[in-house]
């Protein structure tokens, strides 16, 4: 298969026409090999619009999303980012001179993409996902979904830090932008998406007698 053709297809057709228009991603999108991203029984389907699995559940984000949702984020070239659960995020945002850490709380997802991580330089870490690790963070970004704020997440963030996730409760979910000012945190929705939900970022049922 020619993934870059591939890689090519998937910027024009499912990149561009979606309103993401920032030339730096564009340029990262179309050198980071995706198809190392996935697992390698299903680097067929790394430019389909469909999520190839990674490992276990764990899964990549839609092409379009994940460029809308980097773009939501106006990455700067040395600016610090974590990606959460975002491995080909973590690429895009280093070949974009970012000084970028993953973090995943399974292991085996880098057993998958860690020799490319390592290629972009990024920094990999595992720990559970709802304790990120550092802190005074520019920019955070997951290609995971979570039920609610993500309010350990936005705490690792630098004042004036950003924080692109998306929001899903049910069938349907919105990709927001937290910011997390001085006096408070603002929130603004950016578009709709569903990708699969971060288990480990589910609530546990409470009960009330």
């Avoid at 890689?7 to 050198?31: C, E, P």
Wanted: aromatic share 6%.
């Amino acid at each position: 298969m020619d993934f870059a053709a591939a890689r090519k297809v998937m910027l024009d057709s499912q990149v561009r026409v979606n309103d993401v228009t920032d030339r730096q991603l564009h340029a990262a999108i179309g050198a980071v090999e995706r198809e190392r991203f996935c697992a390698p029984d299903r680097a067929f389907s790394a430019y389909a619009d469909v999520e190839p699995e990674i490992t276990g559940d764990r899964r990549l984000m839609l092409p379009r999303d994940v460029a809308k949702l980097l773009q939501g984020l106006d990455a700067r070239a040395g600016e610090k980012a974590l990606a959460i659960a975002g491995p080909y995020a973590a690429a895009v945002l280093a070949h974009m001179g970012l000084t970028v850490t993953a973090q995943e709380s399974d292991a085996a997802v880098f057993d998958v993409v860690g020799p490319a991580l390592s290629q972009a330089g990024v920094e990999t870490v595992v720990a559970p996902l709802h304790q990120p690790q550092g802190e005074g963070y520019d920019l955070i970004v997951s290609e995971g979904a979570v039920i609610g704020r993500p309010d350990a997440w936005i705490a690792a963030l630098r004042p004036g830090g950003r924080l692109a996730v998306v929001e899903r409760e049910g069938a349907s979910g919105a990709a927001v932008l937290y910011v997390r000012g001085r006096e408070g945190v603002s929130r603004r929705e950016l578009f709709d998406a569903a990708p699969d939900l971060l288990a480990e970022m589910v609530p546990a049922p409470a009960f009330a007698l």
